[in-house]
């Protein structure tokens, strides 16, 4: 006979009954559409097209040449690139990043397919990039899935591009003078490094270079990909082994120059569409599955350094609040920096004047124990300014101050023996960099995360639990005068049952989404959209980028349907409740 424990909660009855469709499940994530001229002059290309089986450490990789008939390579009003993908069968979420030129532009994942089949699509605004897209170049999608028995689900997939030519309307693009990568430069596989240990690489720029602005890439992956949920090491034993992971939730993206932190980011946790509970991420994706957010700094205070024309070492690496500040295996990182010159072609002279920053935010971590519960907190502030003179051959000078002032708040609830394992966290702050008191990069943010994770009943076959998710990305951002600002305001709420068993695996969800964005041009768009079991039953839109025809919603029949077996913090597997509760009091005595 089964040893059976169930939890009993005052909530709706537990259906287990999933849905599954007639017709092809359309996926999106919630977002803005690119802000581009709409009635502009277009030219749009393949730029590939394959379908990803047994693709692991096999990218797809092909020749860029620029189009001419939208205006000369680099004059564009805008470009985007549009990727679309099909799948069907049983398979994992797949991280996908495209590379060109040495450089990543693009961070996105595949959310996870039914037997019926998925599609999706997402249209992202890469203007930022053109001068990558106006010469000639590699270009690479990195998409490592794995075809086995009880995983046969393949992505076929085609990327487009998109250019509008420039007018008197819409204007040539502001853009830098040119982007140099901070990435592994291998042009043979996608060029994100895995961290710890720290990543490094030597960097030498134009000697009149006057402004540099730097964007990052950052995701966790394996023991880190729910890095929020990540144990500190101090009560890592007050659990049962496998609850969840060390290193603690805290997690401090930063940039160096020869050793000195040049600045710093928190990173939004985003939630792929195989985590925690898959049934809440279908159809609309977590925000950030499909376009993955990046973190802008102002390096232009190193500009003096690097005007010597030598080479300087430019690490990037991801730290906790530990003692020792090491995490787990394993981030991506790569990033890029938009550089400037002056059109002289004088060499830069000036100096940083001040420099305020200590190498690691200031963090503290305690806990409450009792009865069957484990509360631990972790909070973290950093704050950091550096000051700088920029004077440019022509004889300018530039009186840059970047300064960030950061918060960061976890606390995970593990009560009742572990069968309810919360998260309540608040990533927070502000970047500001002035030259001559003009803001020139701003980020102001806010990143609130809840999840409740309570287990209802426990077998030796099979787990079955419940699930809920009040995640919110709140952003105001200026990447650099070129580039285009946006305030994006964006709240998700899911509930769902998952229930995980050796006989298949089935579960149900509801997601409610509100959205807003607003851009320095005047662009607006809003959206509210409801789903339920996996149909959309209310969705408005509007605002000036806004659409009268949303995307098509399809109507489902019950039908039991197989997903794969989610991924859960500290990769936990079916264990009995016997065993749960012998672990329990084991570290306990």
Same mark, same amino acid.
Request: proline letters at 8%; a negative charge.
């Given at each position: 006979m089964l040893f059976k424990f169930k939890v009993f909660v005052s909530l709706v009855a537990v259906t287990l009954t999933a849905f599954a469709s007639a017709q092809v499940l359309v996926d999106f994530q919630v977002a803005e559409p690119p802000p581009v001229p709409s009635d502009a002059q277009t030219c749009t290309m393949t730029i590939l097209e394959r379908t990803f089986g047994n693709s692991y450490g096999d990218p797809e990789i092909v020749q860029y040449t620029p189009p001419t008939d939208c205006g000369e390579p680099g004059s564009w009003a805008a470009v985007t690139l549009n990727f679309t993908a099909?799948?069907?069968?049983?398979?994992?979420?797949?991280?996908?990043?495209?590379?060109?030129?040495?450089?990543?532009?693009?961070? #996105?994942?595949?959310?996870?397919?039914?037997?019926?089949?998925?599609?999706?699509?997402?249209?992202?605004?890469?203007?930022?990039?053109?001068?990558?897209?106006?010469?000639?170049?590699?270009?690479?999608?990195?998409?490592?899935?794995?075809?086995?028995?009880?995983?046969?689900?393949?992505?076929?997939?085609?990327?487009?591009? #998109?250019?509008?030519?420039?007018?008197?309307?819409?204007?040539?693009?502001?853009?830098?003078?040119?982007?140099?990568?901070?990435?592994?430069?291998?042009?043979?596989?996608?060029?994100?490094?895995?961290?710890?240990?720290?990543?490094?690489?030597?960097?030498?720029?134009?000697?009149?270079?006057?402004?540099?602005?730097?964007?990052?890439?950052?995701?966790?992956?394996?023991?880190?990909?729910?890095?929020?949920?990540?144990?500190?090491?101090?009560?890592?034993?007050?659990?049962?082994?496998?609850?969840?992971?060390?290193?603690?939730?805290?997690?401090?993206?930063?940039?160096?120059?020869?050793?000195?932190?040049?600045?710093?980011?928190?990173?939004?946790?985003?939630?792929?569409?195989?985590?925690?509970?898959?049934?809440?991420?279908?159809?609309?994706?977590?925000?950030?599955?499909?376009?993955?957010? #990046?973190?802008?700094?102002?390096?232009?205070?190193?500009?003096?350094?690097?005007?010597?024309?030598?080479?300087?070492?430019?690490?990037?690496?991801?730290?906790?609040?530990?003692?020792?500040?090491?995490?787990?295996?394993?981030?991506?990182?790569?990033?890029?920096?938009?550089?400037?010159?002056?059109?002289?072609?004088?060499p830069t002279t000036g100096k940083i004047t001040s420099y305020d920053v200590q190498p690691y935010a200031v963090t503290e971590t305690t806990a409450a124990m009792g009865g069957g519960d484990v509360n631990i907190t972790v909070k973290a502030q950093r704050s950091l300014r550096i000051e700088a003179v920029i004077i440019s051959g022509s004889g300018q000078e530039n009186n840059v101050i970047f300064q960030q002032n950061l918060g960061y708040i976890n606390t995970q609830y593990y009560l009742n023996y572990t069968y309810t394992q919360n998260v309540a966290q608040i990533s927070s702050g502000s970047v500001l960099s002035t030259h001559n008191g003009v803001p020139t990069v701003v980020d102001n943010f806010e990143y609130p995360l809840y999840i409740n994770m309570s287990y209802l009943e426990i077998t030796d076959t099979s787990e079955l639990f419940y699930t809920t998710f009040d995640h919110s990305y709140n952003r105001q951002v200026v990447p650099a005068p070129f580039i285009l600002g946006s305030t994006i305001s964006e709240r998700q709420q899911t509930a769902g049952y998952l229930n995980i068993s050796v006989a298949g695996n089935t579960g149900n969800g509801t997601?409610?989404?509100?959205?807003?964005?607003?851009? #320095?041009?005047?662009?607006?768009?809003?959206?509210?959209?409801?789903?339920?079991?996996?149909?959309?039953?209310?969705?408005?839109?509007?605002?000036?980028?806004?659409?009268?025809?949303?995307?098509?919603?399809?109507?489902?029949?019950?039908?039991?349907?197989?997903?794969?077996?989610?991924?859960?913090?500290?990769?936990?597997?079916?264990?009995?409740?016997?065993?749960?509760?012998?672990?329990?009091?084991?570290?306990?005595?």
């Open positions: 099909t799948s069907n069968g049983t398979q994992y979420d797949r991280l996908g990043i495209f590379t060109f030129q040495n450089t990543e532009i693009w961070r #996105t994942s595949t959310p996870e397919p039914t037997y019926k089949g998925i599609i999706w699509t997402y249209t992202k605004d890469v203007t930022r990039y053109i001068p990558l897209f106006s010469k000639p170049g590699t270009f690479i999608l990195e998409l490592d899935n794995i075809v086995e028995v009880g995983l046969d689900g393949q992505y076929a997939t085609i990327l487009y591009a #998109t250019f509008y030519s420039a007018s008197e309307k819409y204007p040539t693009a502001g853009q830098s003078n040119l982007i140099v990568p901070i990435s592994t430069m291998l042009n043979s596989t996608a060029e994100e490094a895995s961290v710890p240990p720290a990543f490094s690489l030597n960097v030498t720029l134009p000697q009149n270079t006057v402004e540099i602005y730097a964007e990052l890439y950052a995701s966790g992956n394996s023991e880190e990909e729910f890095w929020y949920y990540n144990t500190a090491d101090k009560y890592i034993g007050n659990l049962p082994p496998d609850t969840t992971y060390r290193g603690g939730p805290f997690r401090e993206l930063r940039l160096l120059v020869d050793g000195q932190v040049a600045g710093v980011a928190f990173p939004y946790a985003v939630i792929f569409t195989g985590g925690i509970n898959p049934s809440v991420w279908r159809p609309i994706t977590s925000y950030g599955a499909l376009d993955l957010p #990046t973190y802008f700094l102002d390096m232009t205070p190193f500009a003096p350094v690097f005007a010597d024309g030598l080479p300087h070492n430019v690490s990037l690496d991801v730290v906790s609040a530990e003692t020792n500040h090491t995490l787990n295996q394993n981030w991506y990182v790569s990033g890029l920096l938009q550089v400037v010159v002056d059109p002289s072609g004088k997601s409610n989404n509100t959205f807003t964005y607003t851009d #320095t041009k005047g662009s607006t768009y809003y959206r509210d959209v409801d789903v339920a079991y996996n149909e959309i039953t209310h969705d408005q839109q509007g605002g000036s980028l806004g659409t009268t025809s949303p995307p098509p919603s399809f109507s489902f029949a019950p039908n039991a349907q197989n997903v794969p077996a989610a991924r859960l913090p500290g990769g936990k597997h079916l264990k009995s409740t016997m065993e749960i509760i012998t672990s329990w009091f084991i570290v306990q005595c």
